[in-house]
Antibody, heavy 120, light 106 residues
């Protein structure tokens, strides 16, 4: 059974930093690209970042580019998201998800339960 | 960047009724579209990928259709656990979500 467990969410002041972690199990972690998606309170889903299976390629939403850094440790089956220069608008539940590639696209298949970041 | 517009924002229906949700893309996305369900207090769940393929374990009362710019998610007969928010999603240079449709109990 695929499990994704996020941790690291906290209350942090504007301008502060935080590192989120996502521990993965139940699948061959290193094969799959992984991503982060966030959801502000009462709002919809917003894609944040994706990293390739071996970490060589990363993509970021414009809203976080230059402030957030995605990384992974395949020896620990763990995904990370380093958040810096945090703003109030970064307040959200942050979900990690593994990807599901098809012939035409890449989707988010399994999701963790999320970790809450509050910037205030 | 592709913009996804979902309608209606809220759909009020009774258990057993048919639900029809729409997602319109600002430009053609072929069949590269997914649907996710998010129940209150839970993480999203992949329902449909490539516009019409059910993800593993998804009941056959859920179906997706469409291509190009117009897509539909249909729930043939609503079960109590189907009252939730539904999002469409497309990936081009980035991953884009629609704003969601809430299916609520009438």
């Amino acid at each position: 059974e695929v499990q994704l467990v996020e941790s690291g969410g906290a209350l942090v002041q504007p301008g502060g930093s935080l590192r989120l972690s996502c521990a993965a199990s139940g699948f061959t972690f290193s094969i799959y690209a992984m991503g982060w998606v966030r959801q502000a309170p009462g709002k919809g889903l917003e894609w944040v970042s994706v990293i390739s299976g071996f970490g060589g390629e990363t993509l970021y939403a414009d809203s976080v580019k230059g402030r957030f850094t995605i990384s992974r440790d395949n020896s620990k089956n763990t995904l990370y998201l380093q958040l810096s220069s945090l703003r109030a608008e970064d307040t959200a539940v942050y979900y990690c998800a593994n990807t599901f590639p098809t012939t035409s696209s890449v989707y988010f298949q399994h999701w963790g339960q999320g970790t809450l970041v509050i910037v205030s | 960047e592709v913009v996804l517009t979902q309608s209606p924002a809220t759909l009020s229906l009774s258990p057993g009724e048919r639900a029809t949700l729409s997602c319109r893309a600002s430009q053609s996305v072929g069949s590269s579209l997914a649907w996710y369900q998010q129940r209150p207090g839970q993480a999203p769940r992949l329902l449909i990928y490539d516009a019409s393929n059910r993800a593993t374990g998804i009941p056959d009362r859920f179906s997706g259709s469409g291509s190009g710019t117009d897509f539909t998610l249909t729930i043939s007969s609503l079960e109590p656990e189907d009252f939730a928010v539904y999002y469409c999603q497309h990936r081009s240079n980035s991953w884009t979500f629609g704003q969601g449709t809430k299916v609520e109990i009438k």
